[in-house]
């Protein structure tokens, strides 16, 4: 039952921030600030440092990632 919960609220989080980005994203575009599309490339290793830190210092990361995976 806490699972289904969690999931559910977890959506309902996720799906509201695509929607605050949207408008976010459309009212940047509305000015004269340059607006680009990137990959995750575009941070080179920085992204994976950060995990492979933060999973040092703090291992319950890696089974919060785990259960996510799940959900």
């Given at each position: 039952m806490i699972t289904e919960v969690m999931k559910s609220h977890l959506d309902?989080?996720?799906?509201s921030y695509a929607d605050i980005d949207a408008d976010y994203?459309?009212?940047?575009?509305g000015?004269?600030?340059?607006?680009?599309?990137?990959?995750?490339?575009?941070?080179?290793?920085?992204i994976d440092k950060w995990y492979a830190d933060?999973?040092?210092?703090?291992p319950l990361l890696m089974d919060l990632e785990k259960e996510a995976s799940k959900l």
């Open positions: 309902s989080l996720v799906a994203l459309g009212k940047l575009k000015t004269t600030v340059p607006v680009k599309s990137i990959s995750r490339d575009f941070f080179g290793d920085a933060w999973r040092k210092k703090a």
